[in-house]
């Protein structure tokens, strides 16, 4: 680096920066291919704690010294989801063509808000890929967000300006206090927070009943809108659920589809990660009706594989996002040609202006492996879910506490102290770091819940940890020794 007025952060010389990096590169080659020779997840020492709570460096540093830092005190106390013993929550394992990417990505900081340059046709590319993936029509619209908690708000603030006309931007809603939204009672709890940050209110939102496999409840939702109706209230939007976070159960999307559409009410998709199921022949049939909704959310960076973060919004009707986001100023006028060139930038069809180069990563997934690939591996979690849930039905001391629907099986150790046995048991799989599930509470039954999304997760894994549950279960519901 060079001080004074000619002061640059690139190096004087490229030689170490550059050796150094070809070896974090290799090491990451390293960490991923040698990934099971390491535990799950481990807790992080106070001394590692410590080192990261130094204060604002002032002066230049070694690279060379933070990359040692990053090894020591970083690298081995993450939450573990590459590791094929990963089946705490909806998370994907990543990929080493997605972690190239990013390095690709890092490079070209390029802010894809907008204006006319190559990474906005990219994202343009995948847009059009998704659409014909769920059967929307050419006038469809999609947008990279952080993840599906954002992508579902833009759900519901969509719908808002669908039901109330671009005047609802700038005059709020002030006037419209009788909007009600729908969920079902399995809905994830953005949805919540969506109507919250959209202005409505938590109360707005309605919970409908769910069916014993976990699905919304079409009976229940009528009986709802209409005595809101009834009551001089204006029901506009329903959210589906497809693949709930608890148990993987997909809501009746085609019979909401038809009570949307009799009912003129907006119908969102929250397919955080089922929703790519699409690409698996045996999961696809499971979504039908999907190709129906108005918008969908869901994220590369789960079942798709893809790096953290990747999450994604899609609006039937593109125009429907234009007439929600679009803002006219002054530094985003557009030209005829030249870098200003373009209409329609993704910072008109989304809330955010500066905006990372997140297409590159699921372009480059899409287009190393394939399609074909990424849904055989989503077919082959399933599988590894259907097996785990054919070992928990063959012991005696466990049982199944919600059906299997996709990928997601909860179950539990039968004893007499079960609910403080369960908690243990979870909390000794941690300790011991070879397989990590998570936990979640079914009919008022705390129980084991392992979300098999790792595209290296394979039947010994699985198998671990029914052994482990079973081990620890044992061990732990034996009474106290005097």
């Known amino acids: 680096m060079t001080d004074g007025p000619d002061a640059t952060l690139d190096p004087d010389d490229w030689t170490d920066i550059r050796a150094l990096g070809h070896r974090m590169l290799d090491d990451m080659f390293d960490y991923l291919e040698g990934i099971r020779e390491r535990p799950v997840w481990q807790e992080m020492p106070a001394e590692a704690k410590e080192t990261l709570r130094a204060p604002l460096p002032r002066h230049p540093g070694s690279l060379a010294d933070a990359y040692r830092s990053l090894q020591d005190n970083v690298i081995p106390y993450t939450v573990g989801n590459p590791h094929p013993g ?15 990417a990013e390095m690709i990505a890092g490079g070209l900081n390029a802010n894809v808000g907008g ?24 006038s469809a619209r999609g947008v990279f967000v952080t993840g599906t908690s954002i992508a579902n708000f ?3 603030v969509v719908a808002r300006t669908s039901a109330l006309g671009r005047d609802v931007r700038a005059q709020g809603l002030a006037a419209h206090a009788d909007l009600r939204a729908y969920a079902s009672t399995e ?23 769910i069916d ?3 699905r919304m409840d079409l009976h229940d939702l009528a009986a709802q809108v209409d005595a ?10 329903v959210v589906a659920s497809c693949g709930t976070v608890n148990t993987g159960a997909i809501d009746p999307l085609a019979g909401l589809a038809d009570f949307a559409h009799e009912r003129a009410m907006w119908l969102h998709v929250d397919g955080a990660y089922a929703a790519l199921g699409m690409l698996a022949p045996d999961v696809a049939p499971l979504l039908a009706g999907i190709e129906r909704a108005d918008s969908i959310a869901f994220d590369f960076h789960k079942w798709g594989q893809v790096p953290y973060d990747a999450g994604y919004f899609m609006a039937r009707d593109g125009d429907r996002m234009l007439d929600t986001f679009a803002a006219p100023a002054a530094y985003l006028q557009r030209a005829g040609r030249g870098l200003a060139a373009g209409t329609a930038w993704p910072c008109d069809v989304g809330p955010d202006l500066s905006r990372g180069f997140r297409a590159l990563k699921t372009w480059l997934t899409f287009q190393v492996y394939g399609a074909d690939a990424i849904g055989r591996s989503i077919s082959a979690t399933c599988a590894m879910a259907r097996h785990l849930a054919q070992r928990v039905a063959a012991e005696p001391e466990l049982e199944l506490v919600a059906p299997v629907t996709l990928n997601i099986v909860c179950f539990r150790y039968v004893c007499a102290d079960a609910e403080r046995v369960n908690r243990e048991i979870v909390l000794a799989l941690y300790d011991e770091g070879r397989v990590a599930p998570s936990a979640t509470t079914i009919h008022g039954h705390y129980a084991v819940r392992a979300a098999i999304v790792n595209h290296r997760t394979g039947p010994a894994d699985v198998d671990a940890l029914v052994d482990a549950v079973l081990r620890a279960g044992r061990r732990l519901s034996q009474p106290a020794t005097p």
């Open 86 to 100: 990963f089946m705490g929550w909806v998370h994907g394992a990543g990929t080493p063509v997605g972690m190239l």
């Open 115 to 138: 204006r006319n340059q190559a990474p906005v046709e990219v994202e343009r590319q995948v847009s059009t890929w998704m659409a014909a993936l769920f059967g929307f029509p050419e």
């Open 154 to 156: 833009m759900g519901v």
């Open 187 to 209: 809905a994830h709890g953005c949805i919540a927070k969506a109507m919250d940050m959209a202005g409505f209110g938590t109360d707005a939102l309605r919970t409908v009943r």
């Open 212 to 214: 014993a496999a976990g």
């Open 228 to 237: 809101d109706r009834r009551n001089g209230l204006r029901p506009f939007l």
